[in-house]
């Protein structure tokens, strides 16, 4: 199963920005989805942003659209959820995760993804 590792965490003011990075044991984004997901502690996943492989596209929550960007390169190379215009709601912290299934589309869904990283921390103050 591939390891995940997210950085880029922190604090920030509203109206600012943070990039988040998920780098991967291996090659992986190149045929697998990923996506981002946040939790606030004793409430459910959410889905925030995800990507297909085949035909690349992108897929993102009403919540962070036109704010937050997810990209990859379909290297080794982290995947990367640039976070502009933040919010305090934006509070929460963030896993990264890779699908289960090659060549998946359209896959928001967390049971679809069967990696997870141990999420980074995420603080907006207003």
């Known amino acids: 199963q591939v390891q995940l590792v997210e950085s880029g965490g922190g604090l920030a003011q509203a109206g600012g920005s943070l990039r988040l990075s998920c780098a991967a044991s291996e090659r992986t984004f190149s045929q697998y989805a990923v996506g981002w997901f946040r939790r606030t502690p004793g409430k459910e996943l959410e889905f925030v942003a995800a990507?297909?492989?085949?035909?690349?596209?992108?897929y993102y929550a009403d919540s962070v659209k036109g704010r937050f960007t997810i990209s990859t390169d379909n290297s080794k190379n982290p995947a990367y959820l640039q976070m502009n215009s933040l919010k305090p709601e934006d509070t929460d912290v963030y896993h990264c995760?890779?699908?289960?299934?090659?060549?998946?589309?359209?896959?928001?869904?967390?049971?679809?993804?069967?990696?997870w990283g141990q999420g980074t921390q995420v603080t907006v103050s207003s």
């Open positions: 995760a890779v699908d289960s299934t090659p060549l998946r589309t359209g896959a928001t869904d967390p049971a679809y993804f069967g990696s």
């Open positions: 990507t297909s492989t085949s035909p690349f596209s992108t």
